[in-house]
């Protein structure tokens, strides 16, 4: 098959969507299908990549966010799909780019929608919807209108398909993503020169890898910081990862006299995969996060994750880690810190082993297949009937 992705929203420079895009097309690849990639970027590109054929067009930054683009244009985009000629569609955005389902429908092609996030948890991030009903009555309406326009819609964990199944959508398939389990697995030799570096024997590493934005709560790190070495301690924290709230979490380590490392963007995969591994503790508070990726990479490199209880990820790090509700996360720190330390990281490493690539490629390609041969089945119904 012709599979033609779209997304939108991609992180500048990682993220959790730019891995999953990236690993899913190589699978595809890999699997003998023809993936091709339409993505927004500073200037228009067209390159064979390893995850298959990769189209750039030309976006402008979205303001307040950081970096991020979107094609708002939908003329450009409906021409270059028409061009293709895809055997179905795989969209990665039901905002901005849900109206190619019905394109899609209109010419004939198949097409899934993968849901990369909670609407009804975002929507309860900003300050008008906090406290009221309006979160989840806009998420049911685009997420209504979102069923009705895809012939499938595809979530990463039961936490995300929750909202879809509160409405009684049926059209719904959950597939876990995955792990590079080879990647995030270093050298002890290279993770203990990393830990060197940042922390002295007996002194306690804290990691926060992610995306330095608002959604993402990074804050939430820094307060358990203050927490534990106000507790008495011995604590230091590493940041890895960039975004438009960086500056503010500086001033505010030094205003307070936290010890904390901005590493920025780390650009190789093993470097990231050395200082996961090299941490006592993983933290990731965002709250509405539908899966984690870099959670998961934690766990793959041995180190046990503390998380938002108000996100997905209490489901995929299971017993390896622990969940917090709230802004500071010292208590689960303690709870991990209070088990042995083999233990813990054996722990970690096995509970990301139940999920890797292949196996997620297999489950999307599955329902990519099932959505195909049905589609095909209904044209040929069409074509007889007339």
């Known amino acids: 098959m012709r599979i033609v992705r779209l997304a939108n929203y991609i992180a500048p420079q990682s993220g959790g969507l730019r891995t999953s895009l990236r690993e899913l097309g190589a699978g595809y690849l890999a699997a003998g299908h023809d993936p091709v990639l339409i993505v927004p970027g500073e200037r228009d590109g067209d390159e064979q990549t390893a995850q298959g054929r990769v189209i750039t067009l030309r976006a402008h930054r979205v303001p307040f966010t950081g970096g991020y683009r979107a094609l708002w244009r939908r003329r450009p985009v409906a021409e270059l799909l028409a061009r293709l000629q895809p ?9 901005t780019l849900r109206w190619t389902g019905a394109w899609a429908r209109a010419h004939g092609v198949p097409a899934v929608m993968v849901s990369h996030e909670s609407l009804t948890a975002l929507f309860r991030l900003t300050a008008l919807c906090r406290l009221t009903a309006l979160p989840q009555i806009a998420a049911d309406w685009l997420n209504r209108r979102t069923a009705g326009t895809y012939a499938r819609v595809i979530c990463t964990t039961s936490w995300a398909a929750a909202e879809f199944e509160r409405i009684g959508v049926g059209n719904l398939s959950r597939v876990p ?10 050298r002890p ?12 024997p007996g002194q306690t590493l804290l990691v926060h890898c992610g995306r330095l934005s608002a ?4 804050q939430r790190s820094l307060n358990t910081l203050a927490t534990l070495r106000a507790q008495g301690l011995p604590a230091r924290l590493v940041v890895a990862g960039d975004g438009p709230l960086r500056r503010r979490l500086e001033r505010r ?4 006299g936290l010890p904390v490392t901005f590493a920025g963007f780390l650009s190789g995969r093993d470097d990231l995969a050395t200082l996961l ?5 993983a933290l990731a508070p965002g709250p509405a996060e539908t899966f984690g990726l870099a959670a998961l990479e934690a766990l793959a490199c041995g180190t046990p994750v503390v998380v938002s ?24 720190v303690r709870d991990v810190l209070a088990r042995p330390e083999a233990a813990r990281r054996a722990a970690a490493r096995a509970r990301a082993e139940r999920y890797d690539w292949p196996t997620s490629v297999a489950g999307f390609l599955a329902v990519h297949m099932a959505v195909y041969q049905a589609g095909a089945g209904q044209t040929r119904m069409a074509r007889t009937r007339t």
Not at 87 to 95: G, I, K, M, N
Not at 177 to 186: I, M, Y
Not at 190 to 200: F, P, T
């Open 277 to 281: 591994a090299s941490a006592d503790v």
């Open 309 to 332: 209880a108000e996100s997905a990820l209490p489901e995929v790090i299971g017993q390896a880690g622990a969940s917090v509700a709230g802004d500071d996360f010292a208590a689960g």
């Open 253 to 256: 380590a030094v205003r307070d």
């Open 177 to 186: 993503l995955g792990v590079a389990l080879v990647t995030f697995r270093p």
């Open 87 to 95: 055997d179905l569609l795989e969209v990665s955005d039901r905002t």
């Open 215 to 218: 959604e993402k709560k990074p």
């Open 189 to 200: 030799e290279a993770v203990q020169a990393v830990r060197d570096r940042y922390v002295s």
